[in-house]
């Protein structure tokens, strides 16, 4: 038996690419130059759409960018992190440790405040930390640190930058769309998220929601021409149109990804349906023996690490074969933590289609003669999280 999406594809239950509807992957079946009055028209459109999603309108603006959302990300702290400014990075997990690798290949200074991976960055911390400070400039946060699944409380670091008068900069990736990010109750400077996320849309296009003041006071000070979101942001303030080649059918799918998104019912409809999936998923899951990583109070309805079953008959590489065979892509851990992998719940997909990937886990459990998932107590000898060498290989080749 196996299960397909509309397109006859596998249904994508991972952090992106993930599943579209029909309709966005038909919107894109249109040619446009970069001037036409059309697609200038759409491209207006969905940037204001983005900006209303965040809670910016009339302080805000959005600027976007081709390439996936990593290009963003380096964009935005390039763009606004001043030559001498400094960066307060709070990590917990590799998307927080990114932004210190781009900060180190970009030339700016940054501090890293860590927290564990299954743990939320503690605002708390970032007070203390702020208030015998005087060199940093920005604080960065990853909204729901993809790598585990851990959501971060953005809200209470953005009143925390705001008492200490530091500019904040947030990675929104994985988050925007389904959890609530509005620029009135979360004063940040710049957040970046992008197409092909929760939004639903196709990858490949990065935007940034930054303070209109900010963008203005970037001039001159990006580390890369093509990464400068000043500079994009005058450009396409001057005509509507994108400094280099536009992604347009990029841009059509998004718009009409909007549209649906709006249809439904706004972040609140997408977060809830994402809710009723990480339910259906995480029920259905312990109840074969799995484990969660995460306690349920701090896991975001994106995507859940499960900790990698005990049993020396479960391998992740075979296990990740018929599942996809099944037509469900899953995903490899990728914590430094515990041996795990991890499963989505973001997309065009609804609780129906948590449950059937339900049954092809339990089914191939059955198969594989795996009679619970429940992983080893932490540190056991010769358990198979920590002898199942087999899946270092597919571990590792995960960007
Ligand atoms: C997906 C994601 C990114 C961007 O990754 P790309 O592979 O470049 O698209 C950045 N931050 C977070 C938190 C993400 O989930």
Redesign the pocket.
């Known amino acids: 038996m196996s299960a397909r999406s509309p397109s006859g594809d596998p249904w994508l239950l991972t952090?992106?690419p993930l599943t579209t509807s029909p309709e966005v992957k038909e919107a894109a079946r249109h040619d446009y130059g970069s001037r036409d009055r059309h697609f200038i028209d759409v491209n207006r459109q969905v940037r204001e759409r983005l900006v209303a999603i965040a809670g910016g309108q009339g302080t805000h603006a959005c600027v976007p960018l081709q390439g996936?959302?990593?290009f963003v990300?380096e964009a935005m702290l390039g763009t606004f992190v001043p030559r001498d400014g400094q960066v307060l990075i709070l990590a917990n997990g590799s998307?927080g440790q990114r932004m210190a690798k781009i900060c180190q290949v970009a030339g700016r200074r940054f501090e890293l405040l860590e927290a564990p991976e299954d743990t939320p960055v503690d605002p708390h911390a970032l007070d203390r930390a702020l208030a015998d400070d005087a060199q940093t400039s920005h604080v960065a946060v990853?909204h729901?640190?993809?790598t585990s699944g851990v959501v971060n409380p953005v809200e209470a670091i953005g009143r925390v930058c705001a008492e200490h008068s530091r500019s904040l900069l947030v990675?929104a990736?994985?988050a925007f769309g389904a959890l609530p990010l509005d620029a009135r109750s979360t004063p940040f400077e710049a957040a970046v998220a992008?197409s092909g996320?929760c939004l639903e849309s196709t990858p490949g296009l990065g935007f940034c929601i930054a303070r209109k003041e900010a963008l203005e006071r970037a001039r001159d000070n990006a580390h890369a021409l093509s990464l400068d979101l000043h500079d994009q942001h005058v450009a396409m303030e001057k005509n509507g149109q994108w400094r280099f080649t536009p992604p347009v059918q990029t841009i059509l799918s998004l718009h009409r990804a909007l549209e649906e998104f709006e249809a439904e019912g706004g972040v609140a409809a997408r977060g809830r349906r994402y809710r009723e999936n990480l339910k259906v998923l995480v029920d259905g899951m312990r109840e074969l023996g799995f484990a969660t990583l995460l306690p349920d109070a701090v896991q975001a309805p994106i995507i859940v690490t499960f900790r990698m079953p005990a049993d020396p008959r479960f391998g992740f590489e075979d296990f990740y074969e018929r599942m996809r065979r099944r037509g469900y892509v899953i995903y490899p851990g990728k914590l430094t933590l515990a041996p795990s992998f991890r499963i989505g719940c973001i997309g065009r997909l609804g609780p129906a289609e948590m449950r059937a990937a339900l049954s092809a886990v339990e089914g191939i459990l059955g198969e594989m003669g795996v009679a619970s998932g429940a992983p080893c107590a932490p540190a056991a000898s010769g358990c198979n999280a920590v002898a199942g060498d087999g899946d270092a290989a597919l571990l590792q080749a995960e960007?």
Do not use: N
């Open positions: 952090p992106g996936s959302g990593t990300v998307y990853v729901c640190e993809t990675d990736m994985s992008a996320k960007p």
